[in-house]
Each structure stands twice: as structure tokens, then as C-alpha cells.
């Protein structure tokens, strides 16, 4: 079996940045495409970055930006790099990876607060 495990979430102010992890473990025989969503109160959980093995990226409009998506393969690891914070951005951001022979996993969540 394979895991997500996020961190890097907490309390920021508006303008401010914070930087999300992501490590996978487990029997990985290789990660194809790797990304973030997020899930706000009330709201259903939505896109917001993805990076392919090769390290294409896109994002979604809303981030486009501001944030940042990036690996290290080597590490079995996503990050995303979260500049000009928004309160809107507040929310519980999932990690997402597609793992070779064991298919999409989704990491617990960490909490991103932007609040004064």
C-alpha cells in the first residue's frame, strides 16, 4: 500500500505565504501526476495546481500566480508555494497523486487559515 502525508498548514495573515508538503510512502513503484485541491467550509473540494512527472504544471485560475506547484522525485514529495494570501484561500488542501500499479490516493488534509 501507498500514503499521502501533508503538512505545512496553519495561521497566516492576508498578503502572507506559507509553503504545503506532501510525502508519499509505501511500496511506490512510480507517481505520474501529482496536484493539490482544496475544500472550504460549506463548499465542494476544487482543483487548484497539478505538476506531471516530466514537471509540466497548471493551475487553477484562481491561483494562477500567486501559487507555486513543484516535486522532488527523489523524494516521492509535492509542494506547493503559497504567496499573496487571499481569506478566500482559506480552506483544508488535499494532496493527490497518481501512483504506478496502485492508482489515485488522497493525503488527510491540512488545514490553510488566512485571517487578521
Known amino acids: 500500500q501507498v500514503q499521502l502525508v501533508e503538512s505545512g498548514g496553519g495561521l497566516v495573515q492576508p498578503g502572507g505565504s506559507l509553503r504545503l508538503s506532501c510525502a508519499a510512502s509505501?511500496?511506490?513503484?512510480?507517481?505520474?501526476?501529482m496536484g493539490w485541491y482544496r475544500q472550504a467550509p460549506g463548499k465542494q473540494r476544487e482543483y487548484v495546481a497539478r505538476?506531471?512527472?516530466?514537471?509540466?504544471?497548471n493551475y487553477a485560475d484562481s491561483v494562477k500566480g500567486r501559487f507555486s506547484i513543484s516535486r522532488d522525485n527523489t523524494k516521492n514529495a509535492v509542494y506547493l508555494q503559497m504567496n499573496s494570501l487571499k481569506p478566500e484561500d482559506t480552506a483544508v488542501y488535499y494532496c493527490?497523486?497518481?501512483?504506478?500499479?496502485?492508482?489515485?490516493?488522497w493525503g488527510q488534509g491540512t488545514q490553510v487559515t488566512v485571517s487578521s
Open positions: 493527490n497523486a497518481n501512483f504506478v500499479v496502485w492508482g489515485p490516493h
Open positions: 509505501g511500496r511506490i513503484a512510480g507517481i505520474n501526476d
Open positions: 505538476i506531471t512527472s516530466g514537471s509540466s504544471t
